[in-house]
């Protein structure tokens, strides 16, 4: 199984509303990454969980709070967003830190739309 | 800013002729290059990585070249199909780092 899913696919939300992102990955990965990506750009990283611990946080806002409950489990809560938050977040997975391959898989993302 | 970039934003080519889409970087310390391709409403897809040991990787259809002394990188594609109309994203790893940075990506049209 090499596959990162990632749910909802969509989701729409106000800006005073609270919802998680979810993220799943059954390879064995102890790393895991949300990036956030706007229309025509590349992703963004966003966080960084090696072996379940927060490892890079890249100066987001803190209404993006993220969570890693175990080494397949990666969650994105989301509070009081705005509405130039609305892009697709992606979530990543890799071997991790002294393995051999460097190599990311994304999951489809989730279409945050901010009402 | 970004160390990766791209060339050019958009390139069109035939269906049937090669592709290459090209990459800048300006971090020597880099060790490790892939590209993604990523459709409309998907996530990216990884299509081939290279080391910076390396100065050339092949897949099937796909070729990356690595050039450290001017510091860039290439993806050719083989006998363009329809199928490849995408956009194509470089990355590249400092070493030691664990985070990708990525370029600006290269938007991939196929006409018939």
């Known amino acids: 199984d090499t596959e990162v899913t990632q749910t909802p696919k969509h989701l729409v939300m106000g800006m005073t509303n609270k919802k998680s992102l979810k993220c799943e990955q059954h390879m064995g990965h102890r790393a895991m990454y949300w990036y956030k990506q706007k229309a025509k750009k590349p992703p963004e990283l966003m966080f960084v969980y090696s072996y379940e611990k927060l490892s890079i946080n890249e100066s987001v806002p803190s209404r993006f709070s993220p969570e890693c409950p175990n080494s397949s489990l990666l969650n994105l809560h989301l509070h009081a967003l705005q509405p130039e938050d609305s892009a697709l977040y992606l979530c990543?997975?890799?071997?991790?830190?002294?393995?051999?391959?460097?190599?990311?898989?994304f999951g489809p993302g989730t279409r945050l739309t901010v009402t | 800013g970004e160390s990766v970039g791209l060339h050019l934003p958009t390139l069109s080519v035939q269906e049937g002729d090669n592709s290459i889409i090209n990459c800048a970087y300006s971090n020597s310390a880099s060790d490790y290059f892939i590209w993604y391709k990523q459709e409309s409403g998907k996530g990216p897809q990884f299509i081939i990585d290279?080391?910076?040991?390396?100065d050339k990787r092949q897949g099937q259809r796909v070729t990356v070249l690595l050039n450290k002394t001017v510091k860039h990188l290439s993806l050719q594609i083989a006998a363009t199909q329809p199928g490849d109309s995408a956009v194509y994203f470089c990355a590249e790893r400092q070493q030691g780092a664990q985070k990708l940075v990525f370029g600006q990506g290269t938007r991939l049209t196929i006409n018939p």
């Open positions: 290279i080391r910076s040991n390396m």
């Open positions: 990543a997975s890799s071997q991790g830190p002294g393995q051999p391959s460097y190599e990311q898989y």
